[in-house]
T-cell receptor
Framework: AQKVTQAQTEISVVEKEDVTLDCVYE???????LFWYKQPPSGELVFLIR??????QNEISGRYSWNFQKSTSSFNFTITASQVVDSAVYFC??????????????FGTGTRLKVLA | DAGVIQSPRHEVTEMGQEVTLRCKPI?????LFWYRQTMMRGLELLIY????????DSGMPEDRFSAKMPNASFSTLKIQPSEPRDSAVYFC??????????????FGPGTRLLVL
């Protein structure tokens, strides 16, 4: 069965520090997609990035960057020069096709990031 | 553009009452998902629809839960009768295309349900 592990339950950093959130996944399929979502204190889930299993290029978007490594089944998320507004719970998710022809997102348990001023 | 719209945003009810949660997906999206989020179980998929048809309802906890999608722009999740253990945040999400595995799901703001 597919699985997503976010081993870091909570991380606290001081503003301007860099921080990396880990995500490790398990799947038997060769075709799958990985996602990161942000859930700020207001509660909504905000989409951050999507990556397919055939694209291992790292991605950078402003202060955010993602490192996808199939060899270690990891899709880690780094925030550079963290800010208080980055405080949120971050979820990693895996999407893969099921034998029934449907698909499902499997979410990790989330990592709560606290950025202190 | 409007995102996914959910109502109500907060609901407080007493055990045994019927609760109806509503969702309007993003215009043009043809897949809709209902999730439940609790501290104990995290984010769980309850049911999803494609082109208004339920595709996978294996996550619906029990017969007290039902979901409908009468048209492309509206869905409901009903709990009858409600129980305290149903207290959670319920999210609706939508995506474009035909439930393809790589499609991004966009979430609504959630409905925070408290059953006393």
């Amino acid at each position: 069965a597919q699985k997503v592990t976010q081993a870091q339950t909570e991380i606290s950093v001081v503003e301007k520090e860099d921080v990396t959130l880990d995500c490790v996944y398990e799947t038997r399929d060769t075709t799958y997609y990985l996602f990161w979502y942000k859930q700020p204190p207001s509660g909504e889930l905000v989409f951050l990035i999507r990556r397919n299993s055939f694209d291992e290029q790292n991605e950078i978007s402003g202060r955010y960057s993602w490192n996808f490594q199939k060899s270690t089944s990891s899709f880690n998320f780094t925030i550079t020069a963290s800010q208080v507004v980055d405080s949120a719970v971050y979820f990693c998710a895996l999407s893969e096709a099921l034998t029934s022809g449907t698909y499902k997102y499997i979410f990790g348990t989330g990592t709560r990031l606290k950025v202190l001023a | 553009d409007a995102g996914v719209i959910q109502s109500p945003r907060h609901e407080v009810t007493e055990m045994g009452q019927e609760v109806t949660l509503r969702c309007k997906p993003i215009s043009g999206h043809n897949s809709l998902f209902w999730y439940r989020q609790t501290m104990m179980r995290g984010l769980e998929l309850l049911i999803y629809f494609n082109n208004n048809v339920p595709i996978d309802d294996s996550g619906m906890p029990e017969d007290r839960f039902s979901a409908k999608m009468p048209n492309a722009s509206f869905s409901t999740l009903k709990i009858q009768p409600s129980e305290p253990r149903d207290s959670a945040v319920y999210f609706c999400a939508s995506s474009s295309a035909s439930a393809a595995i790589g499609e991004t799901q966009y979430f609504g703001p959630g409905t925070r349900l408290l059953v006393l």
